[in-house]
């Protein structure tokens, strides 16, 4: 791209400020030469023109050839103008120009602010970009802008190199592409398209240089660590790849049986607020709550209190299945094509079995970036299953292993669509009746509890008053066979129990629920919830609603994991 210091001399002829009205008045006694007036006004003209300007054409007409080459194709060029054309209409009722030491700043309304620089002596464009969005946009919220920028780069696991450039027009400081280049931002940029598809566990907190996306699973555990300007619109200046830092624990002893309560005594004096339930070889060592539920209202945790649970729900999804296969209702050889209507023929033969396994192609989630939030918004069970079927695959069926919540909730919709009940109907007549769970529901009933018996979460999004799961309106099909429901400790271990006493499931259905690890649940409102197990009677259950990502937490939980001989999450 041309260097903007040669225009230097040139915008210090211009007059400091002009206060236009669109069309362009005629002209001033002293002002800019026709040159930038021309350019100044085709700007104009396309943003406030809709269809009636073509956007190749004014690429074309009004942009250099050094300009449109810096982009790495002809779609990403039109993207790049559809976007300034989005935000600058009908903002163009009065316009301002400033000049800066490398162009000139087009301001629109006082709200819309883009930066062009022009081929010297020329009406040509060898810049044109969108710099900043104020007034009442909901740009102009820095926090509603990074989480933007975390769901895009979450979405990247399903990206293709177009929207990877989109995403680098809608998301990245010009300046940071333009440093980057374009070898290198596809390479980064693929990058975090594998540790996306490919983690079973994605973390988001401030980092102290910015913001961190954490992937963590088979194949993905790395950092994206990004900053952002410190105007609107937000964009990305910095961003980078980096290994997990410290996760503490190195030199901390293994936790014990006989230090674990002391050891949660001291992660409740660094902010950790939960409840734990510990059994060994069949009789509880520990069943405690930590910390607040409620800090503002004085409240403790006590081992009655409920949690949100994160992805636990995917343990009552398979179960779901495997109880189908076993009635008979079901076959693991089932493919999405006898199970929906219009499947696509790239996913018609993924079996039921593959949705299991992770081995299906199907990417990790099915949020947009139009849904306000990735597991609230409300979509029903035909939004859910046009959007899962809709989906690029991230590899053909049965060739390798990603995880994906989004197989899970074809997996429910199948539950639904074979055993002509709800899925929440169904799991909670057929599972948690027999296991004898009384405290364990889906978002946006109470249950018949007192809203005073919900911890609340501290972290991440905050809900609802008291930003507890009866406040988070019903279960959206965005996490529904995934998520979505809440449980405490003891009513887990309830489950366990009922699974490996053979009350629910029996024989291969049995078997093959129980040849599987430790399950991590973590959500966007603070809660975190663990379970690890032997295939005897020990076994341990954490729930947390405060201090979940802290290093010490993370790695008391790889100890616990450690005591009870549990294979590592994944």
């Known amino acids: 791209m041309p260097a903007f210091t040669r225009l230097r001399a040139f915008l210090r002829s211009l007059t400091p400020l002009l206060v236009l009205s669109a069309p362009w008045s005629g002209a001033a006694a002293q002002g800019p030469p026709p040159e930038v007036r021309e350019a100044v006004d085709a700007v104009v003209r396309f943003l406030d023109g809709g269809a009636e300007i073509d956007v190749d054409a004014f690429a074309r007409d009004r942009l250099t050839a050094d300009y449109r080459a810096s982009f790495t194709d002809v779609e990403a060029l039109r993207h790049h103008l559809a976007t300034l054309r989005e935000a600058g209409a009908g903002h163009t009722g009065s316009v301002s120009v400033e000049a800066e030491d490398d162009g000139l700043r087009l301001i629109l309304e006082g709200e819309i602010q883009m930066l062009l620089a022009l081929a010297p002596g020329t009406a040509l464009l060898s810049r044109?970009?969108?710099?900043?969005?104020?007034?009442?946009?909901?740009?102009?919220?820095?926090?509603?802008?990074?989480?933007?920028?975390?769901?895009?780069?979450?979405?990247?696991?399903?990206?293709?190199?177009?929207?990877?450039?989109?995403?680098?027009?809608?998301?990245?400081?010009?300046?940071?592409?333009r440093a980057l280049g374009a070898e290198e931002l596809e390479r980064l940029l693929s990058e975090v398209r594998r540790l996306a598809a490919t983690a079973s566990g994605v973390t988001a907190d401030v980092a102290p240089d910015g913001y961190r996306l954490g992937f963590r699973g088979t194949g993905a555990d790395a950092d994206v660590l990004f900053n952002v300007s410190d105007a609107p619109p937000y964009a990305i200046t910095e961003l980078r790849l980096a290994a997990p830092p410290?996760?503490?624990?190195?030199?901390?002893?293994?936790?014990?049986?006989?230090?674990?309560?002391?050891?949660?005594?001291?992660?409740?004096?660094?902010?950790?607020?939960?409840?734990?339930?510990?059994?060994?070889?069949?009789?509880?060592?520990?069943?405690?709550g930590f910390g607040a539920a409620r800090a503002e209202a004085g409240r403790p945790n006590g081992t009655a209190t409920v949690f949100g649970i994160g992805s636990i729900p995917i343990d009552f999804t398979r179960a779901a299945v495997l109880l189908l296969v076993q009635d008979g209702l079901l076959s693991l050889d089932d493919t999405l094509a006898d199970l929906f209507p219009q499947v696509p023929a790239d996913k018609r033969a993924i079996t039921v079995a593959q949705l299991l396994d992770g081995t299906s192609g199907l990417p990790n989630f099915h949020h947009t970036a139009d849904d306000d939030d990735r597991d609230l918004t409300w979509i029903d069970r035909e939004e859910a299953e046009g959007r899962i079927l809709g989906?690029?695959?991230?590899?053909?069926?049965?060739?390798?292993?990603?995880?994906?919540?989004?197989?899970?909730g074809?997996?429910?919709?199948?539950?639904?669509?074979?055993?002509?009940?709800?899925?929440?109907?169904?799991?909670?007549?057929?599972?948690f009746g027999p296991a004898g769970m009384t405290r364990?529901?889906?978002?946006?009933?109470?249950?018949?509890?007192?809203?005073?018996?919900?911890?609340?979460?501290?972290?991440?999004?905050?809900?609802?008053?008291?930003?507890?799961?009866?406040?988070?309106?019903?279960?959206?099909?965005?996490?529904?066979?995934?998520?979505?429901?809440?449980?405490?400790?003891a009513d887990m271990a309830l489950w366990f129990d009922a699974m490996r006493s053979g009350r629910i499931l029996r024989g291969d259905a049995l078997a093959r629920y129980?040849?599987?690890?430790?399950?991590?649940?973590?959500?966007?409102?603070?809660?975190?919830?663990?379970?690890?197990?032997?295939?005897?009677?020990?076994?341990?259950?954490l729930a947390g609603n405060a201090g979940t990502e802290s290093p010490d937490v993370q790695a008391f939980v790889r100890g616990l994991l450690q005591l009870v001989g549990a294979r590592p999450i994944t």
């Open 128 to 177: 044109l970009e969108l710099v900043a969005v104020t007034g009442d946009d909901p740009g102009g919220d820095v926090r509603s802008v990074v989480d933007g920028h975390m769901r895009a780069l979450e979405d990247l696991a399903r990206s293709d190199p177009a929207a990877r450039q989109a995403f680098a027009s809608d998301h990245l400081d010009p300046a940071l592409v």
């Open 246 to 288: 410290d996760r503490g624990g190195a030199d901390t002893p293994p936790v014990t049986w006989a230090t674990l309560e002391e050891r949660l005594d001291a992660l409740t004096e660094g902010g950790f607020a939960g409840v734990v339930l510990a059994v060994r070889d069949g009789e509880p060592v520990l069943h405690r």
């Open 391 to 408: 989906m690029e695959l991230l590899f053909a069926p049965g060739t390798s292993r990603a995880p994906s919540h989004s197989a899970f």
């Open 410 to 431: 074809l997996l429910a919709a199948a539950v639904e669509r074979r055993s002509g009940r709800t899925y929440p109907d169904f799991v909670r007549e057929r599972l």
């Open 440 to 489: 364990t529901g889906f978002y946006g009933d109470d249950g018949g509890l007192d809203p005073d018996e919900f911890a609340a979460g501290y972290g991440g999004d905050q809900v609802g008053e008291h930003n507890i799961p009866p406040e988070w309106g019903p279960t959206s099909w965005l996490v529904m066979g995934s998520g979505g429901m809440w449980s405490t400790p």
């Open 514 to 541: 129980m040849d599987r690890g430790p399950a991590l649940g973590a959500s966007d409102r603070g809660f975190l919830f663990v379970h690890a197990w032997t295939q005897g009677d020990t076994s341990i259950f």
